[in-house]
């Protein structure tokens, strides 16, 4: 865990910003495709729910690396507060990567007031710049219900020295869906779910279903402005431009 002690933050984040409901009549489904949004769909804001703050950490961005070209720095895919909500035992997980020769990334999930490592991996990135996503395989121990976790995720660019490893840190919560929530979850295709999961506060997986219809749908006008609408919302306006790339899993699952 010596590469925790490289924490570095950036305090910089814009204000959220709220647009009103989208009319969408343009996109009325067509017989041929029932996943095409209804006209009553929102605009994806995020709105966090009302819980307090997690305890400080390391900071939800770093500075520039020279593990990086250019001044773009990494960046995880979390709102303002850092505190993600999941309704699920094995979330999936997003950071922007800048370009980097660098190919070895960590991640560490840790419990009970950073006392347990819960997991802890490293995986190979991609060799594009680009957003990269991590899920907990089914192997690692479940998130349980109700209880709040930390964790890290460090570029290793230098093995022996990790004061130039850029880190992020933030924090996740597995919450469970109230009747309502998970009836309406339950009945929902893709298309309707990245409004659910805004509207109740559900970050992780309100995200990765975007990724989703981010990639299956490209060239969709709906899912462009619902996309960049969700990041803005919390600040993460710079990238939201940024191509999400396929990756990555897990190459060593290291000992606790």
């Known amino acids: ?68 070209k250019g001044n773009k720095r990494l960046t995880p895919l979390i709102p303002s507060d850092k505190l993600g909500l999941t309704l699920a035992k094995h979330p999936t997980f997003f950071w922007y990567v800048p370009s980097t020769s660098v190919k070895t990334a960590k991640f560490l999930l840790l419990a009970d007031g950073d006392r347990e490592v819960l997991y802890e991996t490293v995986f190979t990135l991609p060799n594009e710049p680009g957003i990269i996503s991590f899920k907990i395989p089914n192997s690692a121990p479940a998130l349980a219900i109700g209880k709040t976790y930390h964790w890290y995720f460090t570029i290793v660019c230098n093995a022996e020295d990790t004061s130039d490893n850029p880190l992020v840190d933030g924090w996740i919560e597995r919450t469970q869906a109230e009747l309502p929530l998970s009836q309406a979850l339950a009945k929902a295709d893709l298309w309707k779910l990245p409004a659910l ?32 609408q969700f990041l803005k919302s919390v600040g993460l306006n710079a990238i939201v431009s940024e191509p999400s790339i396929d990756c990555c899993t897990a190459d060593n699952s290291l000992p606790k």
């Open 1 to 68: 865990m010596k590469w925790i002690q490289a924490c570095l933050c950036l305090a910089a984040f814009s204000l959220p910003i709220c647009w009103n409901f989208i009319p969408v009549s343009a996109l009325t489904p067509h017989k041929q495709d029932d996943h095409t949004p209804k006209t009553w769909q929102m605009s994806q804001v995020f709105k966090p729910p009302k819980r307090g703050k997690p305890p400080a950490s390391a900071g939800g961005s770093t500075r520039s690396s020279s593990c990086f």
């Open 197 to 228: 999961y805004a509207e109740a506060g559900i970050w992780h997986e309100g995200l990765t279903a975007l990724v989703q219809l981010r990639r299956t749908e490209p060239r969709s006008l709906k899912v462009k402005m619902d996309w960049r």
